[in-house]
């Protein structure tokens, strides 16, 4: 990829900028985004199709038609498909499939707009007597935003202008409406068209895209969305009911409140808002130390789709839908961008090994809604609708198919970035990677192997660059060797060829504290002062020399598989473990435990030897995880066997646990 979903300007006050170029070309992640290039996002249009959202840009086209679907803002299905479909097209010009759907549907869009610039088919077949009066529930603006979005895909990944300008319109058509002096003084229940408005900013370089992503931002927690509230949930539920500058703590619907904090990161970024940086970063902090799953998932409640109260995570009740796992790697790698600081690319990490794909079908056909990290033996939800815990072909409210088909399609753009200084390592993926004035390659089996070969392509010839590599938090102990066969240490020391050792300014060594407390902080520390300039610190490995074509700084992280406590304060998770290797966070799966064991009668004794092994015929070829395990009731030793969480449901349907109790 050239180019992402995000293009700063030059204006832009962050510490790093995203990559002008990223290629992900083997390994787990190509693999994942193979079986989305060939089969997801291909199947994309038959089921937009099935599920009415085509036949009603169709009847809007025509004048002539009912609405179908039963929710107003089904059209920003299409709008998240087609930002996947043209992120692919970036990568695989050539697929005549996918660009024919693409034109089609551009074609339904521009035919489906009113002259006016207007576009929403259920206000205009159903309710146009409604129109811009629901802002609580009839998602206009956050159609308009997922249509802005996959606008400026379209555009970065073409070339062409046709979805822009129907983008364009709609845009224009809002600002006319909204703003100070104005007709409308109001916000959307559920934001998204924030972030959009600055990316269009950003592709058109017109400031009045970013003045009205301003408005949105500051308007919102002014209670204008009121009259709408559900009295069970307050204007906390659509973030309406404190400004966003004085916020203390996420809540509502966490989705809504995530895409709200990613439009907040991109004004910070653009208008250089110390306010607003600050407001996300300590929202950012109270979610992560008391609000967040192990597995990156998001959102306690079910009713609402909502944050809980501090510590209010339950593993069998959790809603933590795919959706919010995806606004969260967005919002996070923004808040990366912006600062500098390893903490928020840990998340990132967390997330999309775990909360993010256990939401995707290995096959790519089948989806979850809902992420919980407790199913039971006599589970009774198969036919809770798009809240059930079994995969799914599509769904009725079906946003996270088509937004995984978006990040997966995009994620070469959040592995890296660059600043002056030189490039920035923030994922480890096979592929070669451009930023920062030059460009590496890398090679690894990770997240199976903790080796990650970086060999430098390009690099500027006469004078020092720096090669930043981001040492996780979940890492007690790694080795890095320099081209000069400088070795580096968690233990802070580094031994030159020579065998003199010298001490680094601190190793990133971070304490996992799950579920109320993720480790997502790296060792603190500033990097410098060694031989061949390595730095160790604030969760970074920096190396900055002189470099030449087909250096190669090679990095060990060890995937020792280890046992994570949660917080005590999670009340359904105490006198519980969780197993995790390198980012993976594992499960037990019914179907891998011996038969004739209760499921819920199994327990994980204090002390426990865990082994691992690679089983290749395992849900595409895995590392498992085998511990001996105990029957509560009698005490008898079990043989258990651990599975990575994001296969889990891919199989026979069954029970299953992350939080597994000590016996």
């Known amino acids: 990829m050239s180019s992402g979903p995000i293009r700063l300007t030059r204006r832009a006050r962050t510490a790093l900028r995203p990559p002008s170029a990223a290629h992900v070309t083997g390994g787990f992640w190509a693999e994942r985004r193979r079986v989305n290039a060939e089969t997801s996002i291909p ?61 089609e549907l551009i074609r339904l869009l521009a035919s489906a707009q009113e002259a006016d610039g207007y576009l929403q088919t259920y206000y205009q077949l159903a309710r146009p007597d409604k129109r811009w ?73 017109e400031e009045r895209w970013l003045d009205l992503a301003a408005y949105f931002v500051d308007r919102r ?59 996300a970063e300590r929202l950012w902090e109270a979610m992560v130390s008391s609000k967040t799953y192990p597995t990156g998932g998001l959102g306690a409640r079910h009713d609402g789709e909502a944050f809980g109260d501090p510590h209010e995570l339950p ?40 909360g993010f794909l256990a939401g995707v079908g290995l096959d790519g056909t089948r989806w979850l809604y809902v992420n919980p990290l407790q199913v039971r033996d006599e589970y009774e939800g198969a036919g809770a609708a798009d809240g059930t815990a ?60 903790g080796r990650i070969a970086v060999t430098v ?18 890492c007690a102990d790694f080795t890095a060797t320099a081209p000069d066969g400088t070795v580096t240490t968690s233990n802070g020391g580094a031994t030159t060829p020579d065998g003199v050792t010298t001490t680094s300014h601190g190793a990133a060594k ?14 603190g520390g500033s990097g410098g002062g060694v031989p061949a300039a390595v730095g160790v610190g604030a969760g970074w490995l920096r190396m900055r020399r002189r470099w030449r074509s087909g250096d190669t700084v090679t990095l060990d992280l060890d995937l020792i598989p280890r046992l994570v406590h949660p917080d005590p304060r999670v009340d359904a998770a105490r006198g519980c473990v969780a197993l995790e290797r390198g980012p993976l966070v594992y499960c037990l799966e019914g179907v891998d435990q011996p038969s004739g064991v209760r499921f819920d ?20 070829g895995v590392r498992v995880i085998s511990a001996d395990g105990r029957r509560r009731s009698d005490g008898t030793a079990v043989p258990l066997t651990a599975v990575p969480y994001y296969g889990w449901a891919n199989r026979k349907e069954g029970p299953m646990r992350v939080w597994i109790p000590q016996g």
């Open 510 to 523: 971070g304490a996992v504290r799950a579920g109320g407390g993720i480790g997502v902080t790296g060792g």
């Open 43 to 103: 199947r994309g249009p038959a089921q937009l199709e099935r599920a009415g959202n085509l036949a009603n840009l169709r009847a809007a086209a025509s004048g002539r038609g009912d609405f179908t679907g039963d929710f107003p803002f089904q059209d920003s299905d299409v709008h998240k498909w087609l930002e996947a479909a043209s992120w692919q097209l970036a990568e695989r010009p050539d697929d005549k499939e996918v660009a024919a759907q693409v034109e």
């Open 390 to 449: 079994r995969r799914t072909p599509w769904f009725r409210c079906a946003c996270c198919p088509p937004n995984a088909m978006r990040l997966l399609a995009a994620l070469p753009h959040y592995l890296a970035s660059g600043d002056r200084a030189g490039l920035q390592l923030h994922q480890y993926a096979t592929g070669v990677y451009e930023a920062g004035g030059g460009r590496v390659r890398v090679a690894t089996e990770y997240p199976w192997e």
């Open 221 to 279: 927690g002014h209670g204008l969305l009121a009259a709408d509230a559900d009295p069970r949930l307050g204007n906390a539920y659509w973030q309406d009911q404190v400004p966003v500058r004085e916020a203390r703590t996420v809540s509502g619907h966490a989705v809504r409140q995530l895409y709200l904090l990613a439009g907040v990161a991109d004004l910070a970024a653009e208008r250089g808002d110390p306010e607003l940086r600050s407001a």
């Open 457 to 474: 392509e390009d690099a500027p010839a006469d004078t020092d660059w720096t090669l930043s590599l981001r040492i996780p938090s979940w």
């Open 133 to 205: 009066q629901e802002l609580g529930r009839g998602h206009e603006l956050y159609c308009a935003g997922h249509l802005i979005q996959a606008a400026v895909a379209h555009r970065r990944a073409t070339g062409q202008l046709r979805l822009l300008a129907v983008a364009v319109r709609f845009a224009v058509h809002v600002e006319a409406l909204f703003g100070p002096g104005r007709a409308i003084d109001g916000v959307c229940g559920h934001p998204g068209v924030e972030t959009a408005l600055v990316e269009l900013y950003r592709e058109t370089l």
């Open 315 to 354: 593993p069998d009740r959790a809603y933590a839908e795919t959706c919010a796992a995806i606004a969260s790697v967005q919002w996070s790698w923004r808040m990366a961008l912006l600062t500098g600081e390893a903490k928020y690319s840990d998340l990132v990490e967390r997330t999309l090994y775990n």
């Open 601 to 620: 009668d199994l327990t994980l004794p204090s002390g426990s030897a865990l082994a691992v092994r690679h089983d290749p015929d395992l849900l595409g």
